[in-house]
């Protein structure tokens, strides 16, 4: 009975455990942390040692550091409570392994002998067991061949325990048809949207009282949010750029500079196919030429893909002197040669011709001014940084910065709601509104730089509380809500009309707006330009039921037209009913154990060695 339960054992486990004792120990496996500190915890009878602690919580790190590709330091790992995790889960481990010890659960030594030997990483070359490379590599983990083995039989017996644990555990059928059933059960509807051209008479103007009344009602929408009043310093490159033109002399040698980019040889876009022997070459030009093959086909021949004989771009001087006479001689693409290579017989296929491409100093002069005053101004603006730093440590205002610097000083009500993120002011930079976010009062300036290379410091000066503007201020703005209210409240009352009248046994289609129809809607379906709520609303409805919703500019009317249930017996309905069963299984037998972990870890009492661990945790730090 144990053979055979044994052989069940999932591969993957044995791969976890050589993963956990050879990859995550190296550097930590052999540690020794003396004295008395022998162990972290215990479960019951069985206990946690310090080196398991240790190893596990190796791993965790650098799985970590696998799946970011950067360090994480302990002090990092500590605050994500990475610690506390492989802590809780060798808690959980040893409560299973300490109830499999009391059920009498093992493996013979037979099974242990078959895992090891069939373990790949203890294979040699030949794929047979290396008992040098076995023992080197638990030496070097600094594990001794029967601490090994003794940690694989309490690893099997534990998989054992769970294994009888959620043996045959599956969600009822009647649970999965019926959540195969809500997700892919599916509505035909016909969609009747009414615009602000759907109205029967225009909109009139409020009157000042009517106006006022929504103003009244609906202050919310006229309430500036909490602002910071901020005074700030800065310094663009833009602000500059009239103190950095450069002289015609700065642009010729930037000219010169460039001169591959603006004067280019003749080119030529090709591909070359080497070959060791040149008689092998002539045949397959030939071959060619006849049309018993082509380029491609040569190349996926040999093994090669179009990447791999791609030039890319090349000049006369890229190519050897025979090569370059006959890719330039050509006045047409296609294959050219043989011919002789630096690397022996090829053929080469001309894809494209590039002429000689020569630019004046005249035509790229604009060009070339913006760029050198660019980069001028960025230059003028980071010789400030010193200087600016050093009044600031000595105690200068921001206002005292504008007077003394070229930087400007300017005042700015933030709010990350009212920010211009596409405007010109210092919020569209996302530099200033991170540090506007971070800054309270009384903190002291200092100097940061923006995306574009401009710099600048700030100080809170007063925390603004939400403030309702005068009707006199947003006169437009309310006008412009009250007539979007009224819209929608016009067309939604029409749209329930219309609900009326196909009540009555009036057509869709005579009604005003814009019908649309979808069939094979299905629940977490969505439709640009309508309500987000419309296919929830769908499937609140009966066949026939209808809905009106409104939108932003007016309101939708929804039918349902059919309701379609899902096929049970259809092989796609077969499929994910398979898969709903497997990964809902899944989650009860992991819930299953959890549970059972837990009530182990109560009924056996934890006992934790608080100096252990933090010995554990210094040993990284």
Known sequence: MAKSAGNAISKGIIWVVLLLLIVGLAGFGATNFGGSVREVGRVGDTSIDTESYARALQQEIRGIEQQTGERLSFAEAQQYGLDGGVLQRLLALAALEDEADELGLSVGDGEIRNEVMNTRAFQGADGSFDRQAYEFALGNAGISVADYEEGLREEISRSLLQGALVAGIQPPAAFVDTLYTYAREMRDLSILVLGPDDLDSPIPEPSDGVLRNFYDANQNLFTLPERKRITYAWLTPEMVLDETGPTEEDLRALYEDRASEYNQPERRLAERLVFSDPADAEAAAAAIESGETDFDTLVADRGLTLDDVDLGEVSRDDLGDVAAEAVFDTTETGIVGPVE???????????????????????????????????????????????????????????????????????????????????????????????????????????????????????????????????????????????????????????????????????????????????????????????????????????????VLTAPDGAVLLRVDAIEMPDPEAPEAQEVRRNVTRTIGQGIAQDVTEAFTRALETEKGIQLNQQAVQAVNSQFN
């Open 341 to 547: 290579s630096d690397l022996g017989a090829a053929l080469y296929r001309v894809n494209a011709i590039l002429r000689a491409t020569e630019t004046p100093f005249e035509d790229v002069e604009p060009e070339l001014r913006a760029e050198f005053a660019s980069a001028a101004a960025r230059r003028r603006v980071e010789s400030e940084i010193e200087p600016v730093e050093d009044l600031l440590a000595g105690g200068a205002t921001l206002e005292e910065i504008g007077e003394e610097t070229p930087f400007e000083t300017n005042e700015i009500f933030y709010s990350p709601e009212l920010a211009s993120v596409n405007g010109q002011e210092i919020d569209a930079y996302e530099t200033f509104r991170e540090i506007a976010g971070e800054t309270e009062i009384g903190d002291f300036p200092t100097l940061y730089e923006l995306a574009d290379g401009g710099l600048f410091a700030l100080r809170v000066d007063e925390v603004v509380e939400p403030t309702v503007q005068p009707l006199e201020d947003v006169r437009d703005q309310a006008l412009e809500a009250w007539r979007a209210e009224r819209l929608r409240t016009r067309l939604a009352d029409k749209a329930e009309a219309i609900r009326e009248a196909l009540a009555e046994g009036a057509a869709i289609e005579d009604q005003d707006g814009t019908l649309r129809t979808e069939t094979g809607v299905l629940r977490d379906a969505f439709f640009e330009d309508l309500p987000s709520e419309l296919a929830t609303a769908a499937f609140t409805l009966n066949e026939g039921g209808i809905s």
